[in-house]
């Protein structure tokens, strides 16, 4: 339910910032019976391709009506224009419109006993047992309305904004030096000719779209996400996007919207501040390398610190804070380092980007590539599937393997 912005009102649990991250954790504390306020911006909507794996569909019951589309397969385009299908046997990546997506995910919180506040977080105090967040009320737009800040009060605060977080730069150490990448992307009405198959979601890993990232094409049904990614200063987003819809035949579509955010590049060291306030999210850095997947990691970390938090309410502890990241990289920590070894080699040039395309037409690569996104686990079983990748990788790192 929303809340009157003239309200001020004490909470178990105050969640910072709306997305999948945060709206899951508020959902998560709700359901377990605390009080929750959710304090977000309306109409923010976050740069994003919009996949999600069938586990994380499966996970956090998400019903079928926000599966805009279901791919079946992804194009791989090298920089030298060559162009490798990737098919996917026996699942599909989910398609979701963040704009529809992200709004029902915060509507179920509030239907599990969530209050929801729209409003601009501005600052924080932390330091007594109960933290304070000041916030400036906002409209229905997301605009600031002038009046003064406001404030609420809560035991545990959740910052769940994103990777410029403003809570993590307030009470985090560290949080102000994560490193990010720049994502950029429009959202087209989808093309009915020229070959579009709404099934296909097509990467293109080339310097002049990105000289260190990847640009992509992803259907959302009616409508197609096409946008850029960088950590390089400097280099303009718009252009590579415009370049992008000229090489993918989008040129002349309709734009629908834009929109700009960064995307943290690796998990912060530390989540806490060893009292009343974690990250999730974004702001926590649970983006996978190489991909830049967000959602469902995001997903999984906010239900992990929700987790956290209601242990250290119940125990009147602030202990348990520190399980949330434990229990994450367990999970998680062993694919975020292989992408990261793989981002850090295969995106610095375009001769290795061409070598990188070419080693996807591998059907072990594939095969084991797809496992692990459905399943979020790496693949464990067929070991000599697992040799036969080594031994190609290695053949293409010392130049002993054909790139055409």
């Given amino acids: 339910m929303h809340k009157s912005p003239s309200a001020t009102t004490n909470f178990d649990v105050l969640v910072v910032g709306g997305g999948p991250s945060g709206a899951t954790a508020a959902n998560t504390l709700s359901r377990a019976g605390f009080s929750v306020a959710l304090l977000s911006r309306p109409g923010r909507i976050k740069p994003c391709g919009g996949a999600v794996p069938p586990r994380l569909i499966k996970d956090f019951d998400i019903p079928e009506h926000l599966i805009e589309a279901k791919a079946n397969c992804a194009r791989m385009v090298s920089p030298a224009g060559v162009e490798v299908d990737m098919p996917i046997e026996g699942g599909y990546v989910g398609m979701v419109d963040r704009e529809q997506f992200d709004e029902w995910l915060r509507e179920r919180a509030c239907s599990s006993g969530t209050t929801r506040i729209d409003g601009f977080f501005t600052a924080i105090d932390d330091s007594d ?7 400036v009320p906002c409209d229905a737009r997301g605009a600031k309305q002038k009046t003064e800040p406001r404030t609420l009060t809560a035991r545990y605060v959740i910052g769940a904004d994103g990777a410029n977080s403003a809570v993590g730069k307030k009470t ?10 720049a994502a950029y992307h429009e959202i087209v009405k989808s093309k009915l000719e020229d070959g579009f198959d709404p099934a296909r979601c097509d990467v293109y890993y080339q310097g002049r779209i990105s000289p260190d990232f990847y640009g992509w094409v992803f259907p959302h049904g009616d409508v197609t ?5 960088s950590a390089v200063k400097g280099f303009k987003l718009r252009d590579a996007t415009s370049r992008l819809r000229d090489a993918s035949g989008f040129n002349s579509a309709q734009t629908i919207r834009r929109e700009g955010a960064p995307i943290p590049l690796k998990v912060l060291k530390r989540w806490d501040n060893g009292r009343n306030v974690i990250l999730t999210g974004d702001a926590a850095g649970v983006v996978a390398p190489a991909s830049g997947e967000g959602i469902y990691y995001a997903m999984l970390c906010g239900r992990q610190v929700a987790t956290a938090v209601a242990e250290c309410l119940q125990e009147k502890s602030p202990a348990a804070l520190k399980s949330a990241r434990k229990n994450f990289m367990k999970e998680c920590g062993r694919v975020f380092f292989i992408l990261r070894i793989m981002q850090t080699f295969w995106y610095r040039s375009d001769r290795l980007r061409e070598k990188f395309v070419h080693i996807c037409k591998d059907k072990d690569v594939q095969q084991l590539t797809w496992e692990a996104y459905m399943n979020k686990a790496l693949v464990r079983r067929k070991p000599m ?18 790139t055409k």
């Fill in 129 to 135: 047992d109960i933290c304070t967040a000041h916030y």
């Fill in 172 to 181: 985090i150490p560290g949080a102000d030096r994560i490193p990010f990448v």
């Fill in 225 to 229: 996400s096409i946008g850029v990614g």
């Fill in 385 to 402: 599937a697992h040799v036969r990748i080594f031994f190609k990788d290695m053949a293409h790192l010392v130049g002993m393997a054909p």
